[in-house]
T-cell receptor
Framework: DAKTTQPPSMDCAEGRAANLPCNHS???????VYWYRQIHSQGPQYIIH???NNETNEMASLIITEDRKSSTLILPHATLRDTAVYYC???????????????FGGGTRLMVKP | NAGVTQTPKFQVLKTGQSMTLQCAQD?????MSWYRQDPGMGLRLIHY???????DQGEVPNGYNVSRSTTEDFPLRLLSAAPSQTSVYFC?????????????FGSGTRLTVV
């Protein structure tokens, strides 16, 4: 799996967009970008994933650069409940029973402030 | 209630004691896994299972055993607890078809070894 680099922490004002960057300069052509988050003391929660096109769901948007070496997770209107650690994970989707479970790095601690 | 249930939520052990962390899911998920999370760090995979009767090691398996006799249960056994095993333990499960993103995590077991 490609290595990812994320800033250790970020602040965002409540109601504003939170833009969380992730660098994955060694990503290979068949690796997807996944985002999870972990709210304090809870288990991680899946947010969104993509290959090369931008993706949007009810939680967030994912913008992947054309060269796929970096991506940005966007929370359009951050709330206090979005305060969490956000993990960017790059991996090849598991196509067989060999496992290839999620590998979490340090993530970005997002603090949404009133 | 559908989801992943972990018990106990908190546990204090003395060095050398053994115990089993329980994990049960009622969603008929094929994939189950155990992670540990040390303070200020991301999650690390301990063991995983792709179905009943099938288990394999993750990134940090030493000191832990698992078994998967049923689809629903995936207990994690600490053979002889050590202070280095003080951590928060998360169990996760998913359908095989959702194995790349559809993970459901339990609320965690906070273990302290003294």
């Amino acid at each position: 799996d490609a290595k990812t680099t994320q800033p250790p922490s970020m602040d965002c004002a409540e109601g504003r967009a939170a833009n969380l960057p992730c660098n994955h300069s060694t990503i290979s052509g068949n690796e997807y970008v996944y985002w999870y988050r972990q709210i304090h003391s809870q288990g991680p929660q899946y947010i969104i994933h993509g290959l090369k096109n931008n993706e949007t769901n009810e939680m967030a948007s994912l913008i992947i650069t054309e060269d796929r070496k970096s991506s940005t997770l966007i929370l359009p209107h951050a709330t206090l409940r979005d305060t969490a650690v956000y993990y960017c994970i790059v991996r090849v989707p598991s196509m067989n029973n060999a496992g290839n479970m999620l590998t979490f790095g340090g993530g970005t601690r997002l603090m949404v402030k009133p | 209630n559908a989801g992943v249930t972990q018990t106990p939520k908190f546990q204090v052990l003395k060095t050398g004691q053994s115990m089993t962390l329980q994990c049960a899911q009622d969603m008929n998920h094929e994939y189950m896994s155990w992670y540990r999370q040390d303070p200020g760090m991301g999650l690390r995979l301990i063991h995983y299972s792709v179905g009943a009767g099938i288990t394999d090691q993750g990134e940090v398996p030493n000191g832990y055993n698992v078994s998967r006799s049923t689809t629903e249960d995936f207990p994690l056994r600490l053979l002889s607890a050590a202070p280095s095993q003080t951590s928060v333990y998360f169990c996760a499960s998913s359908y095989r078809r959702d194995r790349n993103y559809g993970y459901t995590f339990g609320s965690g077991t906070r273990l302290t070894v003294v």
